[in-house]
Structures are given as C-alpha cells and as structure tokens.
C-alpha cells in the first residue's frame, strides 16, 4: 500500500497492491474508519511480534558495550541522543552515521520531529533541509546530523542561511571516507580491496568560517552536548567538525 498527497509518486517502479491519493493524516483516517466499520482484528499479536523482532535485530549492536577508541559515529549518536526531544527538529542525512541513528535511535516509532532521506535514500539533501526547517519553525532548535560525503553535497547552501539568518547546528561526522562502500568493499574484498572511496581530510569547521559561519573542531564526542547547546544559542549556523574511523554498524557483524 502506498499513500501520498503526490499523484505522480503512487507508482515508483513497483505497483502497489493499493495506491491512495491522500494526504498520511487522511489516509490513515480513512483506513481506520473503514477498519473500526467492518470489526477488523487490530492484530495485537502481529504488532508485538514485530516489535520484538525489530529489537532482536538491533540488539546485537545497541546491547553490547561499544569501546572508548576508536571514535565512531555509534559514540556520535550515544552523544547526541539526551539533547532529542520536541524542542528540537532533527534532521539524519545518510551514510554510515546514517544507519547508526536509525539503528541505535529507532523505537516502535519515529517522533514526528524526525526528518530523514526519502524513499529514493538520497544524501545531500541534509544541509538545505536543515535551512528549510527553521524557515517552517523559527521557534525551534533544528539539528543535522551528517556524514562528511553528505555534508560536501551542498555545502554552499551555507550562504543561503546566512544571507536569511537562519540558525541551526549541523554536526559532520568526518571519517574522510565514503564510509558505506568503504566498508563493504573492506568486508567483501579486504583491505586491499578499498578503492576510489577514500577523500582528503576536509576541515568543514574551517569552510563554515570562510562563509561566514560558526565553526567548531571537536576530537572527542562527548563534548558534543555543550556545542550543541551553545550553538542553538548562536544566531548563525554552527558547523561541529567530528573526525571519527571508518565503521558503519555492518562493517562490525
């Protein structure tokens, strides 16, 4: 099934069994109300089982201990996660740092703060998105979390927030890599078999600077809070330059 207020997205490639042009809210309206009228089972038992297996999938990386170094973008999402709540919009731009939040920060549903990539799981779309978030909500605190593939994408978008003053805080986690091919070539091929994925090391605290921005260079993630913090006080985007390994949670089975 798939619902969308855009007629021309119902049918992407695969044919769904049902498609409705609706908006979420009204569709799923609709479908409860149909549901409730014909004494449809709310299928409990499904819903837990699903959820239970949901947790027996990520547990073999959000249960186990994680160690102090090397830095990864796993101590990058453990970092942030106190400072997630309804105040703040937070924004997931792909790439390993990408499938550590969905992995370690997924529960039985997403807070309708999240914003992530699209069906289509493009990257690049992080740093306007961010720009576009606190235009639609000026009141409140808006966070990127980013890779530095990603961050790279769109970086002049910078100067669009600041020539509209619009703050937020974006932090790159910068394994100077496009880390997810770099893991699977490095699992499927080994070593020798990384190629054409690595990138110079991109000072993007330093580039923030030159357009104008606030830019920070942190080493280790645990001053990640009071950054943050102190950048949702700044009236300009802060741009937290993270250097971290190359690791993605599938790099580590």
């Not at 970086?155 to 937020?168: D, G, M, N, Q, S």
């Not at 910068?174 to 991109?202: H, M, P, Y």
Request: aromatic share 10%.
């Amino acid at each position: 099934m798939h619902i969308d207020s855009d007629p021309s997205q119902l049918i992407q490639g695969i044919e769904p069994d049902l498609a409705l042009h609706a908006s979420l809210t009204q569709g799923f309206r609709q479908i409860s109300e149909q549901f409730e009228r014909i004494g449809g089972s709310p299928h409990i038992k499904w819903i837990e089982e699903a959820r239970k297996r949901s947790r027996q999938f990520r547990s073999r990386w959000i249960e186990e201990p994680i160690a102090s170094t090397p830095k990864i973008g796993r101590h990058i999402v453990d970092a942030i996660r106190p400072l997630l709540n309804e105040d703040v919009v937070f924004l997931i731009d792909g790439g390993n740092i990408g499938q550590w939040a969905h992995i370690v920060l997924a529960s039985d549903k997403y807070p309708s703060f999240w914003l992530t990539c699209g069906i289509s799981g493009v990257v690049g779309w992080g740093l306007p998105g961010a720009i576009a978030a606190k235009f639609t909500f000026p009141n409140k605190r808006v966070l990127l979390l980013s890779g530095d593939g990603s961050f790279g994408f769109t970086i002049t978008e910078l100067e669009v927030a600041l020539r509209y003053k619009l703050p937020f805080v974006a932090v790159v986690a910068n394994d100077a890599c496009w880390g997810i091919a770099a893991c699977f070539q490095r699992k499927f091929l080994g070593a020798e078999g990384v190629i054409a994925t690595q990138t110079s090391e991109i000072r993007f605290d330093k580039v923030a600077e030159a357009f104008g921005a606030k830019g920070v260079q942190i080493e280790d993630p645990s001053e990640l809070q009071s950054v943050i913090l102190e950048g949702f006080s700044s009236q300009r985007p802060t741009i937290v330059n993270v250097p971290i390994s190359i690791a993605g949670p599938y790099s580590l089975d």
